[in-house]
């Protein structure tokens, strides 16, 4: 069965930093562009950040720029956010997700290409 677990996050105060992980399970890891969303209360999937297939291009949406670092170990099959200099709009919950299509680049960070989604896991940011 396809699976996506995160872990980690948890509350920081704003400047703060935070990390969150995902554990893939059940499909061919290194095939799939993997990427970060958000949602905040009231608010749609924001796309954080994605990485290609093999991990050599990261795409970052324009709110986490220079902020937050996406990486992936295709060997474990994990993905990783790195979360820096935080701010309490950064709060939310944080979902892992794979892209639908095996493409070596990634699709746009719409949610709309990403077809399996973790349970999602809590950042909260203080100010």
């Known amino acids: 069965q396809d699976q996506l677990v995160e872990s980690g996050g948890g509350s920081v105060q704003a400047g703060g930093s935070l990390s969150v992980s995902c554990e893939a399970s059940?499909?061919?890891?290194?095939?799939?562009?993997m990427g970060w969303f958000r949602q905040a209360p009231g608010k749609f999937h924001e796309g954080v950040a994605r990485v290609s297939r093999d991990g050599v291009v990261p795409y970052y949406g324009d709110s986490v720029k220079g902020r937050f670092t996406i990486s992936r170990d295709n060997a474990k099959k994990t993905l990783s956010l790195r979360m820096n200099n935080l701010k309490p709009e950064d709060s939310g919950t944080y979902y892992c997700a794979r892209a639908q299509s095996t493409s070596f680049n990634c699709p746009p960070g719409d949610p709309t290409f990403f077809d399996l989604w973790g349970q999602g896991i809590q950042v909260t940011v203080s100010s």
């Open positions: 059940g499909f061919p890891y290194d095939k799939h562009c």
